[in-house]
Every structure is written in C-alpha cells, then in structure tokens.
Nanobody
Framework: QVQLVESGGGLVQAGGSLRLSCAAS????????VGWFRQAPGKELEWVSS????????YYADSVKGRFTISRDNAKNTVHLQMNSLKPEDTAVYYC?????????????????WGQGTQVTVSS
C-alpha cells in the first residue's frame, strides 16, 4: 500500500513559480511510475506530467511543456513538480498519483494510488 501526500500549493501571481512536492509512504514507491494531474473548477481531470521509475524519462502535456519540470528522489520517496512562468489557466487542484507498476501512463484510470490534492491559484 502506498500513501501520497502533496504539498507546496498556494497563491501566486502570473509569471511566478511554485514547487509542488509529493511525499510517499511505502517501500515500493520507487518501483512505480508517478504522474501529476490537475482539475480546474468545472473541468475534467487533466494529465500534466509523468516520470519513470528511474527518474530519467519524463513527459509533459503540451500546455505545460517548457514551463514545468517533474523530478523524483527515490531515496527520499518524493516527487516534485517545479512550475515556472505560471498562468491563470494553471489554476487547479493538483494531484500526485502512482501507477502501481513501472508503466508510465497519461490516463488517470491507470493510476492506482492518489494523493488528496493541493490547490494552486494563479492570479492575473
């Protein structure tokens, strides 16, 4: 069983930066691909980024490519999402999720473990 806890959300002005963290419990976390998703009010859940178990392959939605960077530290059971050049349209609840396998996916239904989410609000 893996439990995920996100932190680092908050209110920031457009153009600013935030660093989200996802802390995991469980010795098997390093064996799982991890992703970040977000959900804005009234919108569907959106895939943002994913990283493989080794941390050397990462993938991004077009909407965040070049602005967001995902990373992981398996020794500390953590995954981070560095968000730069934030825009008002990045406002959402951000969720960390783990697939439960080494398989990377952009589909939310292929992620087995989820955190509770952290709110990111970008003001214009």
């Amino acid at each position: 069983q893996v439990q995920l806890v996100e932190s680092g959300g908050g209110l920031v002005q457009a153009g600013g930066s935030l660093r989200l963290s996802c802390a995991a419990s469980g010795r098997t976390f390093s064996s799982y691909a991890v992703g970040w998703f977000r959900q804005a009010p009234g919108k569907e859940l959106e895939w943002v980024s994913s990283i493989n178990i080794g941390g050397d392959s990462s993938y991004y939605a077009d909407s965040v490519k070049g602005r967001f960077t995902i990373s992981r530290d398996n020794a500390k059971n953590t995954v981070h999402l560095q968000m730069n050049s934030l825009k008002p349209e990045d406002t959402a609840v951000y969720y960390c999720a783990a697939t439960g396998t080494a398989y990377i996916s952009t589909y939310y239904y292929e992620y087995k473990y989820w955190g509770q989410g952290t709110q990111v609000t970008v003001s214009s």
